[in-house]
Structure formats: C-alpha cells, structure tokens
C-alpha cells in the first residue's frame, strides 16, 4: 500500500514537473465558476498523496493531493505562495490539468503554448528565471516550503 501512495505522488509531481518546467500558468475558479485569479506557475510541490478506500475490498480507490505551488516573485509576500488539499485532479491531455480543492474552487493548470503561437508568457519565464537566479531565491523558497509545510502537518 505505501508504494502505491508514494507511485501516485511521485506520478503527479512528474507529470507537473514537465508542465512547470516549459512553463506553465493557472486560472483560478470559484466555486460559482466564476473566474478569479490568473497566475504564472514558479514551482510545484505535491507534499503528500491521502488514499481513500473502499470499505468492502480495502482497495485504493482515490488519492486527495495536499500541493504547494508558488507564483512567479513569489519573495513579494506569502500571498504567493499557496497551499491547497485537492479533492479531485483530472488530466484534460498533457499540457491541461484541472484539479479541484474541497471548496469546489478549481485551478486549471497549462503549460504555455509555443513561443511562436503566444511569447509573452515565455518573455516572463526567461525574466523571472533571471530574476531568481540573481537575487538568489533558493532560500527564500525553502524557507517558504518549510512553513507551508508545517502548515499543512498542523491540518492534518
């Protein structure tokens, strides 16, 4: 049973990866569906994979997903950064991912298009890369990983 909960995590964490890695935005939905928030995506953290079985077999029969992602300039404030128990997570193709928090707000996560078909979110990756590498955010960014972390232990 724990290789199966550390496969779904590592599975939806590599599958990020990918996306965050060519860059990728989010639109934010309320639970009304109405649109909130449009952010660009720095970095994807999936902290915990929370099985759900099915009580007459004892099998796996779904995963909640505790994430933690961080916006680009995400050293503005912790605003940025973002800690959400993901109730559902269902891959459109690829490049799409929707997922669902308890609250029924929804993130729909894609990776940009090609720089010929759309530059301006790839001109803001090159920029942010630039501007992480040179204030040097590595520890910024642990630090901030750290206390959402220990955010999320405390709900659990």
Same mark, same amino acid.
Do not use: N, P, V
């Given at each position: @049973?724990? *290789?199966?909960? *550390?496969? /779904?995590? $590592?599975?939806?964490?590599?599958? @990020?990866? /990918? @996306?965050? $890695? /060519? !860059?990728? !935005?989010?639109?934010i939905a309320d639970e009304k569906g109405d649109r909130v928030a449009s952010i660009l995506i720095s970095s994807f953290e999936v902290f915990k994979a929370v099985p759900f079985f099915d009580r007459s077999t004892g099998e796996i029969i779904h995963f909640d997903y505790w994430i933690f992602f961080q916006e680009f300039y995400f050293n503005n404030g912790m605003q940025y950064s973002h800690l959400a128990r993901m109730k559902k997570v269902e891959w459109l193709n690829d490049d799409n991912v929707e997922m669902t928090r308890e609250d029924g707000w929804v993130f729909y996560i894609s990776k940009f298009d090609s720089p010929e078909l759309d530059p301006e979110p790839h001109r803001q990756l090159q920029n942010w890369q630039k501007y992480y590498q040179d204030n040097r955010l590595e520890e910024v960014a642990a630090d901030l990983r750290t206390e959402f972390f220990k955010m999320m232990e405390a709900q659990l």
């Open positions: @049973m724990l *290789e199966q909960i *550390e496969r /779904a995590k $590592t599975d939806l964490q590599s599958k @990020m990866d /990918a @996306m965050i $890695t /060519a !860059g990728a !935005g989010c639109f």
